[in-house]
């Protein structure tokens, strides 16, 4: 047997590639697992340490940006009311159809499901969607809230509630968003009425506008809002939280004017802008000008089928609009009167 001898410098080659080798496989390892460095983009490390909201979020932002839309949706929300077609889901959708530039907007809206057949529905649109337990947990294990929850009910008044936590915990993991209820029809892009820099904190709906954007007189509605996130937003929500047990009865909403009706906005330095209704509009107080409507809020209704009944007459409205624009002022419009929901509170 003849064994190969080597010399000293094939000796040392080998030596220090075997040095090289060691040393790369340091250093990959120090710059994955060191805390004060920036991971290494698409790892699976990077995938299995994020949980499930973190991406469905990054999913749906714009890009290059932490900005999506949030709305939310339930089984009465996804079926068709007493058996007839269109879903309230449906209606919100045709919104961004029927809409002027707001059919791209669904791909950064993130759907999310209270209950197991509103989440299969929602990935039958082929939305972002994300599933939200009837505990607000996250496990999609339960169905508490899949049926009508009539206004200001027990169970209503809970729903809302498992709403504002879901949100503060999107705030904190960085994002703005403008949160819609589901019974608003977007007509317009949204964005180009709100302002997208840091000026303002929170930019929210009023159910009537006073003609002073900065006047904390006006009366909000948390159906539409945008809002930036930072520690003055985030200290808001988590007060406006924390006081669900001490507001027995009361809606988040109320609880939130509440609160901001007491300084609570000035207590912790956030900067609101107040809505008008001339673009933020909804059936408590119509916009007065069709040309500059962006969103028509279901508002002031009792119940979901009133409030189906009256969304699509504003669809039928906004169509007639569309295909016979007679005033370019606007002001001879009329929107049908929402004698569903009106109705609604007598029954």
Same mark, same amino acid.
């Given at each position: 047997?003849?064994?190969?001898?080597?010399?000293?410098?094939?000796?040392?080659?080998?030596?220090?590639?075997?040095?090289?080798?060691?040393?790369?496989?340091?250093?990959?390892?120090?710059?994955?697992?060191?805390?004060?460095?920036?991971?290494?983009?698409?790892?699976?490390?990077?995938? #299995?340490?994020? *949980?499930?909201?973190?991406?469905? @979020?990054? %999913?749906?932002?714009?890009?290059? +940006?932490? $900005?999506?839309?949030?709305?939310?949706?339930?089984?009465?929300?996804?079926?068709?009311?007493?058996?007839?077609?269109?879903?309230?889901?449906?209606?919100?959708?045709?919104?961004?159809?029927?809409?002027?530039?707001?059919?791209?907007?669904?791909?950064?809206?993130?759907?999310?499901?209270?209950?197991?057949?509103?989440?299969?529905?929602?990935?039958?649109?082929?939305?972002?969607?994300?599933?939200?337990?009837?505990?607000?947990?996250?496990?999609?294990?339960?169905?508490?809230?899949?049926?009508?929850?009539?206004?200001?009910?027990?169970?209503?008044?809970?729903?809302?509630?498992?709403?504002?936590?879901?949100?503060?915990?999107?705030?904190?993991?960085?994002?703005?968003? #403008?949160?819609? *209820?589901?019974?608003?029809?977007? @007509?317009? %892009?949204?964005?180009?009425?709100? +302002?997208? $820099?840091?000026?303002?904190?929170?930019?929210?709906?009023?159910?009537?506008?006073?003609?002073?954007?900065?006047?904390?007189?006006?009366?909000?509605?948390?159906?539409?809002?945008?809002?930036?996130?930072?520690?003055?937003?985030?200290?808001?929500?988590?007060?406006?939280?924390?006081?669900?047990?001490?507001?027995?009865?009361?809606?988040?909403?109320?609880?939130?004017?509440?609160?901001?009706?007491?300084?609570?906005?000035?207590?912790?330095?956030?900067?609101?802008?107040?809505?008008?209704?001339?673009?933020?509009?909804?059936?408590?107080?119509?916009?007065?000008?069709?040309?500059?409507?962006?969103?028509?809020?279901?508002?002031?209704?009792?119940?979901?089928?009133?409030?189906?009944?009256?969304?699509?007459?504003?669809?039928?409205?906004?169509?007639?609009?569309?295909?016979?624009?007679?005033?370019?002022?606007?002001?001879?419009?009329?929107?049908?009167?929402?004698?569903?929901?009106?109705?609604?509170?007598?029954?």
């Amino acid at each position: 047997m003849v064994c190969k001898r080597f010399s000293i410098v094939d000796l040392l080659v080998l030596a220090l590639c075997m040095i090289f080798a060691a040393t790369f496989f340091f250093l990959i390892s120090w710059i994955r697992f060191s805390p004060n460095s920036t991971p290494l983009p698409n790892t699976d490390l990077e995938i #299995i340490s994020r *949980d499930e909201l973190e991406i469905a @979020l990054e %999913n749906a932002a714009m890009a290059g +940006s932490k $900005n999506l839309f949030i709305a939310f949706i339930n089984r009465a929300y996804v079926e068709p009311h007493e058996n007839e077609y269109p879903s309230m889901l449906d209606l919100f959708l045709e919104g961004f159809w029927e809409g002027e530039g707001t059919r791209q907007l669904l791909d950064h809206l993130l759907v999310v499901a209270m209950d197991k057949a509103a989440h299969e529905r929602c990935e039958y649109r082929r939305l972002n969607c994300y599933m939200l337990d009837g505990d607000g947990d996250g496990d999609g294990d339960g169905d508490d809230f899949a049926g009508e929850k009539i206004y200001m009910t027990g169970d209503f008044i809970e729903m809302m509630w498992i709403r504002t936590s879901f949100l503060l915990n999107v705030l904190k993991k960085g994002y703005n968003f #403008i949160f819609t *209820d589901t019974d608003v029809l977007w @007509l317009r %892009n949204p964005l180009t009425r709100l +302002s997208m $820099n840091e000026t303002f904190d929170l930019q929210i709906s009023a159910d009537s506008f006073n003609g002073n954007s900065s006047s904390e007189l006006n009366h909000i509605n948390t159906g539409f809002y945008y809002v930036r996130s930072n520690k003055r937003t985030i200290s808001l929500f988590e007060t406006w939280y924390d006081m669900r047990n001490n507001s027995t009865g009361m809606k988040e909403q109320d609880v939130l004017e509440q609160l901001v009706s007491r300084g609570i906005l000035d207590e912790l330095d956030v900067t609101p802008r107040f809505l008008d209704t001339l673009y933020f509009s909804g059936f408590c107080s119509d916009s007065q000008n069709v040309n500059m409507v962006v969103t028509v809020h279901a508002n002031c209704c009792r119940t979901i089928g009133a409030k189906m009944v009256d969304l699509k007459a504003v669809l039928r409205d906004w169509e007639g609009f569309k295909n016979n624009r007679i005033s370019d002022d606007g002001f001879s419009f009329r929107w049908t009167n929402h004698s569903s929901c009106i109705n609604s509170w007598v029954q």
